[in-house]
């Protein structure tokens, strides 16, 4: 694997929970490795995540160019939020920090769902290449992707969006849905009432729904109420990794 395949690339998914990572095929953006997870260490903090992705790199014997999605807004490869992650991420120089401990390598980093994004329309279902399109991942947050005729406007970052005494994603995300115990029906309801508040904001034509939870997809999205197509995501949450290493092959620099 330490040969670097021109059809092959390196996908690193640093979530709040667990940093995610496989090499990928990308022909068919299928996983070429199994996918490799280190639980993101605690306090957050730039230095010691950057070690952690060095350690997935030596795991799957990769030491070619490697594409990183973090949970902030990312512009010029500077971190300038940190949303389920250590504060002290914003304002760092992204391209310094993993250069440091992956070495002078070709690095790209991007904001997580704005990966996912890409990932749905190269590999996903053609419904999210069309159009206006909205992209949630549901998982420690609620992750955006604006898409147009499949054409991202990145860092869009709507979970933070205010709603009613709180943000959405601290309303709806599937976090909330595990801490609070929530049935399915609890939680499509409380997803239903930010995905209304989305489409009163910005009309897409389409949702594509992602993370973890869109696996039990038919548990809730036929539940929701919005007058848009919702669809599952085809690439669930293996859509980070995948637009990750999508991103480095690309030059993709937001």
């Not at 401990?101 to 994004?117: C, F, M, S, T």
């Not at 159009?131 to 420690?140: A, D, K, P, Q, Y």
């Not at 869109?214 to 980070?240: C, F, M, Y």
């Amino acid at each position: 694997m330490t040969e670097h395949n021109s059809d092959l690339s390196f996908g690193v998914d640093i979530g709040g929970s667990g940093v995610k990572a496989a090499v990928v095929d990308m022909k068919t953006g299928e996983f070429v490795t199994e996918r490799l997870k280190i639980a993101t260490p605690q306090p957050a903090n730039p230095d010691a995540v950057a070690e952690v992705v060095k350690e997935l790199m030596e795991e799957a014997d990769w030491n070619g160019p490697v594409g990183i999605t973090v949970p902030a807004v990312v512009k010029n490869q500077i971190t300038r939020s940190a949303a389920n992650i250590g504060g002290d991420w914003i304002g760092t120089d992204c391209q310094e920090l993993f250069r440091k401990h992956l070495g002078n390598r070709e690095i790209a980093v991007l904001n997580d769902a704005d990966a996912a994004g890409l990932a749905e329309v190269a590999y996903g279902d053609e419904q999210a290449r069309s159009g206006s399109v909205m992209l949630l991942t549901f998982g420690t947050g609620i992750g955006s992707a604006l898409l147009m005729d499949g054409n991202l406007y990145p860092n869009s970052e709507l979970g933070h969006l205010p709603f009613g005494h709180t943000s959405c994603e601290k309303w709806a995300s599937s976090a909330v849905k595990e801490k609070e115990d929530l049935s399915f029906k609890e939680w499509a309801k409380r997803v239903d009432q930010v995905m209304h508040e989305y489409a009163r904001l910005f009309s897409p034509q389409t949702f594509v729904v992602g993370g973890g939870i869109s696996r039990k997809a038919d548990k809730w999205v036929p539940l929701l109420t919005v007058e848009q197509k919702v669809v599952p995501a085809q690439l669930r949450n293996k859509a980070g990794i995948v637009g990750a290493a999508m991103a480095v092959r690309d030059g993709f620099r937001p």
